[in-house]
């Protein structure tokens, strides 16, 4: 692909290596507002009960999503960044589920009777490390204490690697409630999977993929990686034709964000191995590119669906939602996050569990929710998360839909972000009106770009000592 390659892409994004690699620098990705190098130790308990109370409060009733956090893993992915445990002792998990389970006691007290449970995630980790029956056991007792949603309304989802389970599993699971799957492959070179640790053969996959299909799954989604050891534009393209003859109802493409100093796994990688900013730039294209031109709609950020997905069309209704677990299909439920290192996001507050397995059996064991940081959100962070939000999901502000504070003029609160954002207008990444701002297909790639100008955090100077969090790239 020519360096300065611009690609038209029907109707939800373009592409232009010129524009992205000129812009392309460190930032958030807003899976939250304000981010999580946000949160700090002063907010526990107290300040978390505090906050549901203010929010059962407020006229209901009130949507809930539940998270719940797998952490163990039986071989070690050298790419990974999750909170993980690796081990092979099944063993562990039990002793786990136990400590799970009176976290979920204690939040249920707090929020069940807020609302229904419209969204439901199991993450990891790999949350298939259960067995059969602890996940029966693990999901009856998540319906003892919190009303569900229909299987029509609601989205009840679980990550899946393929090396760990077969068609009778994924059956399975699909009786047990869950209506969304999400694949783990990353890529099926067989000599990038070597480089990372992964040995995934393509047919195994395929296989659990048209279980997943046979067994009902509303939505299959497979995850991807660009940025791997020893990946390049010419290997990446057979992956792609594997995933789109497969058709799942989306395909996730995430950037590898090579950050040693933070996760140790990473260490294991040979950094010679890695392919240079041009050819993740140009293998970021070809994805694009073809996965467009196979009929999927880019959501945003690394996210494609399908047009007929819940995805799209919650993205086409507004109803579209960015949280920890990326796009999700439904607006405004509260998140309640349940597991080691698991994050909650209720009422105007984020809450952080201890990431590690020791501390956070160690809160339980006092008999105390297992939190470890998080933030109370005030009527500026509020706007601001939903400017962000707006902008992460609709490409789209409207200024008069903003609740801001004193009944202020957008153009004169956000004047200082406005201007900000006229150099990224002046290269025709958006549009700014007197009703609000418009991202342009151009400019969707770069949306982090846009959101980061109303960032409060991001441009408020540090006291001295404190270093700036390091991101990942915003391409």
Do not use: W
């Not at 949603?149 to 690697?161: M, N, R, T």
């Not at 040693?260 to 994805?287: N, S, W, Y």
């Not at 196979?294 to 939602?321: C, N």
């Not at 549009?431 to 409060?456: E, T």
């Amino acid at each position: 692909m020519p360096s300065a390659a611009v690609i038209p892409i029907t109707r939800s994004v373009e592409f232009d290596a010129a524009l992205v690699r000129r812009l392309d620098q460190q930032g958030p990705r807003y899976t939250s507002y304000p981010t999580a190098d946000r949160f700090h130790a002063g907010f526990g308990p107290d300040a978390y009960r505090a906050t549901v109370a203010a929010l059962r409060a407020q006229p209901g009733p009130h949507a809930l999503s539940l998270y719940l956090h797998i952490p163990f893993c039986e071989s070690l992915c050298y790419y990974c960044a999750c909170n993980k445990i690796i081990t092979q002792d099944h063993g562990k998990a039990v002793q786990y589920l136990d400590y799970l389970e009176r976290e979920i006691a204690m939040q249920a007290a707090l929020v069940a009777d807020l609302g229904p449970v419209t969204q439901l995630h199991f993450g990891g980790g790999t949350p298939t490390f259960l067995t059969d029956e602890q996940m029966d056991g693990l999901l009856a007792g998540l319906r003892r204490r919190f009303d569900f949603a229909s299987d029509e309304a609601g989205e009840f989802s679980i990550e899946v690697d393929p090396r760990t389970v077969d068609a009778a599993r994924v059956h399975t699971l699909r009786r047990q409630g869950f209506n969304r799957i999400s694949l783990g492959v990353q890529d099926f070179d067989p000599d990038v999977q070597r480089a990372v640790n992964r040995i995934q053969p393509h047919a195994e996959t395929v296989a659990v993929l048209e279980a997943a299909r046979a067994a009902g799954f509303r939505s299959i989604s497979v995850d991807l990686i660009y940025g791997l050891p020893l990946q390049s534009v010419a290997s990446i393209g057979p992956t792609l034709d594997k995933v789109i003859a497969t058709r799942p109802d989306r395909v996730a493409i995430y950037n590898y964000a090579h950050m040693p100093h933070l996760f140790k796994a990473q260490r294991l990688i040979d950094p010679a191995h890695l392919p240079d900013g041009e050819t993740k730039l140009a293998m970021l294209g070809v994805c694009i590119e073809r996965l467009t031109k196979d009929g999927y709609v880019y959501i945003g950020m690394d996210h494609f669906a399908l047009p007929e997905d819940d995805l799209a069309r919650s993205q086409a209704s507004g109803q579209l939602q960015r949280n920890f677990q990326g796009y999700s299909t439904h607006a405004a439920a509260q998140m309640v996050a349940l597991g080691v290192s698991a994050i909650s996001a209720v009422g105007r507050c984020y809450a952080q569990n201890e990431k590690v397995l020791s501390a956070y059996y160690e809160k339980l064991d006092a008999g105390e929710l297992p939190l470890a940081r998080g933030t109370a959100l005030d009527d500026d962070d509020l706007l601001r998360r939903d400017v962000i939000g707006a902008l992460m999901c609709d490409f789209a502000l409207d200024f008069d839909t903003l609740a801001i504070p004193g009944g202020v003029p957008a153009a004169d609160y956000f004047a200082a972000e406005i201007a900000r954002l006229r150099p990224l207008e002046e290269q025709g990444l958006l549009c700014i009106g007197s009703r609000g701002i418009k991202v342009k297909l151009r400019g969707r790639l770069l949306i982090r770009n846009v959101c980061m100008a109303f960032d409060r955090y991001l441009h408020t100077p540090l006291p001295e000592g404190p270093q700036r969090p390091r991101y990942s790239r915003t391409i």
